[in-house]
Structure formats: C-alpha cells, structure tokens
C-alpha cells in the first residue's frame, strides 16, 4: 500500500473511536499520497457523514465502490 500508514493507522483507532474528525483528517491525509483501501474509502464516507460533509461523504462512497470493483469485488 506504501503511502501514510501512521495516518492510516490513526484513523483507523479514530474511527473505531467515532471520533470523526481525527478519523476524517487521517483518511484525507492517506488519500492525498496514495488510494485508500475500499474499507478505509468507506470508513472516510462514514466520517464525512457524521461531520456533515454529504457531498465528501458521496465522494468517498463513491470511490469505496470504484476500489471494491477495481480488486473484483
């Protein structure tokens, strides 16, 4: 996966957390460097979510479903 794998890895303890801008933040810091895993995608649609941002939530829904279908899913 390479990229940011301390972002990752906070957001993940984040969201596990529902803390939610902690886990946003991490997300869109490991997105800016690498793609995010379809799980991590939608953990970041999740966030968005509960933050209020429906259109980063779309987004990131989105592209959870583009990785899902890129790895045959």
């Known amino acids: 996966m390479g990229g940011d794998d301390g972002a990752l890895r906070t957001a993940r303890a984040a969201y596990q957390q529902h803390r939610w801008d902690a886990a946003r933040e991490g997300f869109r810091r490991a997105a800016a460097v690498t793609d995010l895993a379809p799980a991590d995608a939608l953990a970041l649609a999740d966030s968005a979510w509960w933050l209020g941002q429906v259109d980063e939530s779309i987004e ?3 592209a ?5 279908l890129a790895a045959g899913e």
């Open 60 to 62: 990131a829904g989105r």
């Open 64 to 68: 959870a479903h583009r990785a899902h």
